[in-house]
């Protein structure tokens, strides 16, 4: 007897193909990485790569439900560092996603030239490649699915000096299948423009407003705005704003909210935990039960030279 969750991904995946236009299609779920860009900017631009100047590691745990066994969940992790005294940044990203209907394993590298402009001023120009292993699907073949491994390139810019950034980047080139969705749900090569900063609010208060902008083919502009505030470097809580992105063809916007909270455990470990209120990659999806999602954080830095604001 068919079990109800196997139902209702039936139902979905048949209500998917009503979209589909052309014969075969990847489905691309990279969203669930991009959407940790605040923990870990590298997600969308290479450019940051490097621009910490010190070794980083972060790893993400992602999930819908805690409280149900084996249920579906997500991880990411993401490193970074610099040689050449400082003037090459290299990194590495990878993810395995299952809370999407559609399982996807991503691996990529990235590398960034860092330029000093000025005695406060630095430029890093970075581009990052790799492959990404996801169904694709054969609407002629009973639906019928093969993992297919599709390359990957983007490319990305970042302007930062002690208490301001820039970054703009495209961090999917390609089209191969990858990102030329007819649905609209699906990622569709986004270009990101990142602006922020920190601002000290007194001894021990820093604030760290963020403003995003995103625009996608076929999508409206994406905005998305908020900050965090450390305490004494040890505590940091924050709110992220999404708003707006819905496509030209009827999609409704894509609101919602993020809530972080940090915490320093000594000089080398963070701890965090993040609440979305809507979970990204299946926005558009008729789905049951919790529309949020939870994540958590473990970042690792072996050997610190202050603060980290990013």
């Known amino acids: 007897m068919m079990t109800r969750f196997q139902s209702r991904f039936l139902f979905s995946l048949l209500s998917l193909s009503i979209f ?41 745990f992602r999930r819908k439900w805690f409280t149900i066994q084996n249920s579906p969940s997500s991880q990411t992790f993401a490193a970074d560092g610099t040689f050449g005294n400082g003037k090459f940044g290299v990194g590495f990203q990878a993810m395995n996603d299952q809370t999407s209907f559609f399982t996807t394993t ?12 000025s005695d406060q001023w630095k430029l890093a120009l970075g581009g990052q490649g790799g492959i ?28 930062h000096s002690e208490n301001f ?9 390609l089209s191969q299948g990858f990102g ?16 922020g900063g920190s601002y000290g609010l007194g001894d021990e208060l820093l604030l760290i407003p963020n403003v995003l902008f995103a625009q996608e ?14 305490f004494n ?7 992220t704003y999404h708003a707006g992105g819905g496509s030209s063809f009827g999609a409704s916007n894509i609101n919602y909210l993020q809530l972080s909270a940090e915490v ?16 990204v990659e299946q926005l558009n999806l008729v789905t049951t039960g919790p529309k949020g999602i939870h994540e958590l954080m473990l970042k690792f830095v072996p050997n610190p030279n202050g603060f980290q604001k990013y």
């Open 132 to 159: 990404n292993v996801l169904p694709v699907f054969d609407v002629g073949s009973s639906f019928n699915s093969t993992n297919r491994a599709l390359g990957s390139f983007g490319i990305g810019a970042w302007l």
């Open 20 to 60: 589909i236009i052309h014969n075969e299609k990847a489905y691309a779920q990279r969203e669930v990485m991009y959407e940790q860009y605040l923990q870990n900017p590298m997600a969308i631009n290479p450019g940051f790569t490097g621009v910490r100047e010190t070794f980083n590691m972060t790893a993400m």
């Open 165 to 173: 950034y820039l970054g703009v980047s495209k961090p999917e080139l």
């Open 217 to 230: 083919k076929n999508y409206r502009l994406r905005v998305d705005f908020g900050g965090r505030v450390w």
């Open 180 to 195: 030329q969705q007819q649905i609209a749900f699906f990622y569709r090569r986004p270009l990101y423009i990142m602006v």
């Open 264 to 279: 320093m455990v000594g000089r080398n470990v963070r701890l965090g935990y993040f609440y979305s209120t809507k979970q």
């Open 106 to 117: 991503a691996f990529s590298g990235s590398f960034a030239y860092h330029l000093g402009l």
């Open 233 to 239: 470097e040890k505590v940091g809580l924050g709110a």
